[in-house]
């Protein structure tokens, strides 16, 4: 109803609500901007991902409802 998609990160807690389209990188950068520069992708699980816990790029862009794993260096 508001046009953004909540996404959920994998060590629980509320869910981030971002505009479309939200990359790997938009998470990021909502968590701390720090994680953002460090960022190396993510693992995602949920409706964008082609199965459980798949491994994507910074740019990935991620769908209502997924749940997230940020990777850093």
């Known amino acids: 109803m508001t046009g953004l998609i909540r996404v959920r990160l994998r060590d ?6 971002l505009p479309p389209p939200a990359t790997v990188l938009d998470v990021a950068d909502t968590i701390h901007h720090e994680l953002r520069a460090r960022c190396t992708g ?4 949920g409706p964008s991902a082609r199965f459980p816990g798949q491994q994507v790029g910074r ?5 209502d409802g ?8």
């Open 12 to 17: 629980g807690g509320d869910p981030v609500a």
């Open 59 to 63: 740019e990935y862009e991620l769908g």
């Open 42 to 45: 993510a693992r995602v699980w």
């Open 66 to 73: 997924d749940t997230v794993e940020i990777l850093d260096r």
